[in-house]
């Protein structure tokens, strides 16, 4: 099973900008479709975004597409989220997910275990 990290969570106002890395080891990290999620206090957990074992294929979330961006270094074992004009609405505990693709649906089986972003009006 592969380990993962997460870092890069803080406090930021409305408008700013946070890069969030997840650092993986114990398999090989190219092997696996990665994503971030975030749950706010009293919701559900949602996918925020999404990449390929390659880094060329990525998927967003309405509520982020054109703010966020997904990136990945597998000669790091690194896997980062960049997040831009914050809007408090995005304030959440993110998590970094490592999973499968199954022919119809993502398998996400390894997680990490969260880093705050809170974002300030």
């Known amino acids: 099973q592969v380990q993962l990290v997460e870092s890069g969570g803080g406090l930021v106002q409305a408008g700013g900008s946070l890069r969030l890395s997840c650092a993986a080891s114990?398999?090989?990290?190219?092997?696996?479709?990665m994503g971030w999620f975030r749950r706010a206090p009293g919701q559900e957990r949602e996918l925020v975004a999404r990449?390929?074992?390659?880094?060329?294929?990525?998927y967003y979330a309405d509520s982020v597409k054109g703010r966020f961006t997904i990136s990945r270094d597998n000669a790091k074992n690194t896997m980062y989220l960049q997040m831009s004009s914050l809007k408090p609405e995005d304030t959440a505990v993110y998590y970094c997910?490592?999973?499968?693709?199954?022919?119809?649906?993502?398998?996400?089986?390894?997680w990490g275990q969260g880093t705050q972003v809170t974002v300030s009006s």
């Open positions: 997910a490592a999973g499968s693709y199954g022919g119809t649906k993502y398998y996400f089986t390894g």
């Open positions: 114990g398999r090989t990290f190219s092997d696996y479709y």
């Open positions: 990449i390929s074992p390659s880094g060329g294929s990525t």
